[in-house]
T-cell receptor, first 114, second 115 residues
Framework: AQSVTQLDSQVPVFEEAPVELRCNYS??????LFWYVQYPNQGLQLLLK??????LVKGINGFEAEFNKSQTSFHLRKPSVHISDTAEYFCAVSAATGGFKTIFGAGTRLFVKA | DTGVSQDPRHKITKRGQNVTFRCDPI?????LYWYRQTLGQGPEFLTYFQNEAQLEKSRLLSDRFSAERPKGSFSTLEIQRTEQGDSAMYLC?????????????FGPGTRLTVT
C-alpha cells in the first residue's frame, strides 16, 4: 500500500517570492508520483509527474519537482509565484505496476499575497 | 475534447434520501474513476471501471453506494439513505486504458450536502 504526507497544510507567501511545497511518500513497491492543482470550483489539473529517469521534473506554469528516493520525498518548487498560483496543491502516488488508483495527500493551500 | 462533465454540480438533500450523480467522461476514454473529497482532505479512491466492468471498489464504498457504467460511456453513482457523513465533493475522472493513472482528466465534481 502507498501513503502520502504533505507536511504543510497552508503556505502563505508574497508574490514573486520562491515557494516549496513538501511531500513525503511511503511505498513497498516502485511508484509514480504526481502533483495536482485544484483551483476553486474546478477539477484537479495535473501539474507534473515523475515516472522514471531524471529526478528533476518540470511541469506547467513554471513548477518543478525533485524526486528523492533515499528521502522518499517529492517536493514541489517555483522560483517566483504569482497571485494566480493561489490554489490547493495535492501530492499523489500510484503503484508503477498494475496501479489503478491514485492515493492523494491531504493537500497544501498555497496563498500568494500581494 | 469537451472534458469530463458531472451533473449536478451541487446537491442538497435531507438525511435518508437517495441521490444519484452522473459523470460523462471524455468520449474515447474507456477508464472511469470515482473519488470522494471531504473538506480539508485530498480525494479518496472509491471505484473504477474499465469500459462497463467495475474492476475495483474501495472499502469506503459501503452497501449504500452503488456505481454503474452500463454502456461503457457515462457512469452513475447512487447513494441510498444518505447520512450526514456522506457530505463531500464527489469527483469523476477518466483516462485511456493505455495511460491509466498517468493521465487522468478530472471533472469539476458534484458537491453533496446532507442536512
Amino acid at each position: 500500500a502507498q501513503s502520502v504526507t504533505q507536511l504543510d497544510s497552508q503556505v502563505p507567501v508574497f508574490e514573486e517570492a520562491p515557494v516549496e511545497l513538501r511531500c513525503n511518500y511511503s511505498s513497498s513497491v516502485s511508484v509514480y508520483l504526481f502533483w495536482y492543482v485544484q483551483y476553486p470550483n474546478q477539477g484537479l489539473q495535473l501539474l507534473l509527474k515523475y515516472l522514471s529517469g531524471s529526478t528533476l521534473v518540470k511541469g506547467i506554469n513554471g513548477f518543478e519537482a525533485e524526486f528523492n528516493k533515499s528521502q522518499t520525498s517529492f517536493h514541489l518548487r517555483k522560483p517566483s509565484v504569482h497571485i494566480s498560483d493561489t490554489a490547493e496543491y495535492f501530492c499523489a502516488v500510484s503503484a508503477a505496476t498494475g496501479g489503478f488508483k491514485t492515493i492523494f495527500g491531504a493537500g497544501t493551500r498555497l496563498f500568494v499575497k500581494a | 475534447d469537451t472534458g469530463v462533465s458531472q451533473d449536478p454540480r451541487h446537491k442538497i438533500t435531507k438525511r435518508g434520501q437517495n441521490v444519484t450523480f452522473r459523470c460523462d467522461p471524455i468520449s474515447e476514454h474507456n477508464r472511469l474513476y470515482w473519488y470522494r473529497q471531504t473538506l480539508g482532505q485530498g480525494p479518496e479512491f472509491l471505484t473504477y471501471f474499465q469500459n462497463e466492468a467495475q474492476l475495483e471498489k474501495s472499502r469506503l464504498l459501503s452497501d449504500r453506494f452503488s456505481a454503474e457504467r452500463p454502456k461503457g460511456s457515462f457512469s452513475t453513482l447512487e447513494i441510498q439513505r444518505t447520512e450526514q457523513g456522506d457530505s463531500a465533493m464527489y469527483l469523476c475522472a477518466s483516462s485511456l486504458s493505455g495511460q491509466g493513472v498517468l493521465k487522468q482528466y478530472f471533472g469539476p465534481g458534484t458537491r453533496l450536502t446532507v442536512t
